[in-house]
């Protein structure tokens, strides 16, 4: 796997690509694919299937059975490996895996565990079978190590959400407002609102309300600032002032519970593809 795109440890997946038909179908055979398993499902020893979202195919549930015993690390949710897959006349199977990276740092502290498992189930969540998304597959890996090497994972899912939504066109403007187009701080503008579709300016805000009987939620400059700098920030610029961003939650500490409110909302936007 090669370096890519979101920070010092971000890179783009390489190799093993999966290689489809005309029709978009597997041939009957073995395949390589690189990759993370994002959910394991085992009702039984002799019965499983892990969904993998692989470089290429996008997600894809595949069987598994006995994954625990038979393929241990290599099938836990949030194991990058390259996989080898044997499609069948019925469906895809899990062969073997050689691990590439298993994030045990992540695993193995609750805090990171946290975010990790909930990027993993929104993915399984939102992510269309069998539809190749290798730039979120990217993102979600550059995600993964910058959270393995010790930054924020509060300023690591701002900037995980958002840039999520951008791929799938769906992300709601950081600069400017969905009404009148105008930058969302504009002549000297302090507020903005952020309402159903997006963040809505000074101006625009009070009309928007009282004409569509929304109510509006303000969205206070720190955390603004904060949330815009994550997600458009470029990687290695990104990297240097984490931990200057990191500071402001330590020194406010209602931001935190602000910032993750606009987190959720970044993430109805993907849920609703």
């Not at 038909?21 to 694919?33: D, F, I, N, V, W």
Request: proline fraction near 7%; include cysteine; aromatic fraction near 10%.
């Amino acid at each position: 796997m090669d370096k890519i795109d979101g920070g010092n440890q971000e890179r783009r997946v390489s190799a093993g690509v999966i290689p489809l038909s005309s029709s978009g179908a597997l041939s009957q055979g073995e395949h390589r694919a690189d990759g993370v398993v994002l959910r394991r499902r085992e009702p039984s020893p002799k019965s499983g299937e892990c969904l993998l979202f692989l470089r290429g195919m996008g997600a894809v549930w595949v069987g598994a059975p006995g994954s625990r015993n038979r393929f241990g690390g290599a099938a836990e949710p949030m194991t990058w490996s390259s996989f080898l897959l044997y499609q069948s006349p019925k469906r895809l199977y899990l062969k073997g895996a050689d691990i590439a990276e298993d994030f045990w740092p992540v695993k193995s502290s609750g805090r990171t565990l946290f975010r990790a498992a909930n990027w993993c189930k929104e993915l399984a969540a939102c992510l269309p079978m069998r539809y190749e998304n290798d730039a979120v597959l990217s993102l979600f890996w550059g995600t993964m190590k910058n959270l393995s090497s010790g930054m924020s994972p509060i300023l690591l899912d701002v900037r995980f959400a958002w840039r999520w939504g951008n791929i799938w066109g769906v992300a709601p403007s950081l600069e400017h407002c969905p009404i009148c187009g105008a930058p969302l701080f504009a002549d000297g503008a302090r507020e903005i609102s952020r309402a159903p579709d997006g963040f809505v300016c000074e101006k625009c805000a009070p009309r928007r309300a009282r004409l569509q009987g929304e109510r509006l939620e303000p969205v206070s400059p720190v955390a603004f600032g904060v949330i815009t700098s994550a997600a458009l920030r470029p990687a290695e610029r990104f990297v240097r002032s984490e931990p200057e961003m990191r500071a402001l939650y330590k020194a406010d500490s209602s931001l935190a519970k602000e910032t993750e409110t606009i987190i959720s909302w970044f993430y109805s936007f993907v849920r609703t593809i």
